[in-house]
């Protein structure tokens, strides 16, 4: 398998590549478990499908609000809404977890000499409140959000915004994202990139074509050939 070469910058996808969305259900005790995994996926979806259509419309609203419209018809379609739960569920967001790959990933990353970076739909305050609790301040040189454009990803403005962000063209980044729509439209752009196909997904019929599939985020650095 050929190194990437020419490399500056890694940039990652947050939700799903680095932070598991799933682990706010999962730490949720009030949850019946027979609707667990049901909550988990169809708030991912709802979540997800709010960003397009918003971005469409034109009728942006940030990544915490269109993530609480998303929970709340989940709840209501699961039939357990009670503010309760969804407040303690939005808290969770703000505390996913890791995937366990994650810091030895960053900090290899950074001991040969990459520049990375998170660029995420989710709002500052999000990212910080996640990066926070995950301990991962030290390994990471920017946190990128896509409210600084009032757009969401794959709209091209927040793959530019980033270039800009980060001084560097976007042949010479690596984007990792578990989202294939994510790193196929990152591709489509001109980034170089690592699809990190968690969930075993088909590759989308999209413009783009990823330059390497990986389940982990584990395999990256042998992918990248170290800045010169």
């Known amino acids: ?16 590549t680095i ?27 709802k979540q997800l499908q709010y960003t397009w259509l918003r971005s469409l419309q034109g009728r942006y609203a940030d990544f915490r609000q269109v993530t609480g419209d998303a929970l709340d018809f989940t709840l209501d ?29 960053l900090r290899r990353l950074k001991e040969a000499g990459f520049v990375t970076a998170i660029l995420s739909n989710g709002t500052p305050a999000m990212l910080d409140a996640a990066v926070r609790s995950a301990g991962l301040h030290d390994l990471l040189d920017a946190v990128l959000s896509a409210d600084a454009v009032k757009i969401f990803k794959t709209h091209p403005r927040v793959y530019e915004y980033c270039l800009q ?15 294939a729509w994510d790193a196929y439209a990152a591709s489509a752009f001109g980034m170089r990139v690592v699809w990190c196909n968690r ?10 074509a990823p330059d390497h599939e990986v389940r982990s985020l584990a395999e990256l650095p042998a992918l990248l050939a170290p800045p010169g």
């Not at 598991?20 to 169809?42: E, G, H, N, V, W």
């Open 165 to 179: 962000q980060l001084g560097v063209q976007a042949t010479e980044v690596s984007f990792q994202s578990s989202n």
């Open 77 to 105: 379609s699961l039939g357990i809404a009670t503010p309760a739960l969804r407040e303690r569920l939005m808290d969770l967001y703000l505390t996913l977890s890791l995937f366990p790959e994650v810091p030895d990933t």
């Open 19 to 45: 932070f598991d969305f799933a682990s706010a259900a999962a730490r949720c005790a009030d949850i019946p478990d027979d609707k667990r995994a049901a909550l988990t996926s169809l708030w991912r979806d």
């Open 199 to 208: 969930y075993g997904q088909r590759r989308e019929r999209l413009p783009g």
């Open 1 to 16: 398998m050929s190194q990437l070469t020419g490399i500056r910058a890694c940039v990652f996808d947050a939700y799903g």
